[in-house]
T-cell receptor, first 114, second 115 residues
Framework: DTAVSQTPKYLVTQMGNDKSIKCEQNLGHDTMYWYKQDSKKFLKIMFS???????INETVPNRFSPKSPDKAHLNLHINSLELGDSAVYFC?????????????FGPGTRLTVL | AQKVTQAQTEISVVEKEDVTLDCVYETRDTTYYLFWYKQPPSGELVFLIRRNSFDEQNEISGRYSWNFQKSTSSFNFTITASQVVDSAVYFCALSKQTSYDKVIFGPGTSLSVIP
């Protein structure tokens, strides 16, 4: 059983396009996150949602818009893609009473903007 | 503000050597969590350990051990008798103890174990 899943795994697109990445978790967690990992492997939080409510919104261009239709899903839509958006995007969830903020990560989506 | 520093960017060791990965953190909170994650070449992020700020006991899990020292704000990770499969990027991370606060990751240490 996959705990946190993301689609697609790879995404190659042209500059200026709009794309979405989907994330789903079946762990029953209340909180979900999006992280961006750049080419130097630096991992930085972008957003978090708790029970469909936006909790954390780091300094991210407003071309990035997260949407949480329910607490098991958190999608990331990116408008007008730029070269600098190329990165690996990780979805994560947390919230089990015994796992204390441990982030359960999805497999990542490698986005390449040409 | 919270911050995690991993001063070692890259480390290379020969198989069977012991290696310690350093992690120093900054926080004004009196209660917090510390974590280590492993990212092998395949790219996934694997949880290794969580430590509560109240618990300064060292932990050992097989060839892995962790040394938490609140006095020096350090949470170091040692791999004993390293193996090629230990080659990965290792991240130290810090979060507050609220249930949905963000986790701050260090820049990572890339470990290469040479056969």
């Amino acid at each position: 059983d996959t705990a946190v899943s993301q689609t697609p795994k790879y995404l190659v697109t042209q500059m200026g396009n709009d794309k979405s990445i989907k994330c789903e978790q079946n762990l029953g967690h209340d909180t979900m996150y999006w992280y961006k990992q750049d080419s130097k492997k630096f991992l930085k939080i972008m957003f978090s949602y708790n029970n469909k409510e936006l909790i954390i919104n780091e300094t991210v261009p407003n071309r990035f818009s997260p949407k949480s239709p329910d607490k098991a899903h958190l999608n990331l839509h990116i408008n007008s893609l730029e070269l600098g958006d190329s990165a690996v995007y990780f979805c994560a969830s947390s919230g089990g009473w015994d796992t204390y903020n441990e982030q359960f990560f999805g497999p990542g989506t490698r986005l390449t903007v040409l | 503000a919270q911050k995690v520093t991993q001063a070692q960017t890259e480390i290379s060791v020969v198989e069977k050597e012991d290696v310690t990965l350093d992690c120093v953190y900054e926080t004004r909170d009196t209660t917090y969590y510390l974590f280590w994650y492993k990212q092998p070449p395949s790219g996934e992020l694997v949880f290794l350990i969580r430590r509560n700020s109240f618990d300064e006991q060292n932990e050992i899990s097989g060839r892995y051990s962790w040394n938490f020292q609140k006095s020096t704000s350090s949470f170091n990770f040692t791999i004993t008798a390293s193996q090629v499969v230990d080659s990965a990027v290792y991240f130290c991370a810090l979060s507050k103890q609220t249930s949905y606060d963000k986790v701050i990751f260090g820049p990572g240490t890339s470990l290469s174990v040479i056969p």
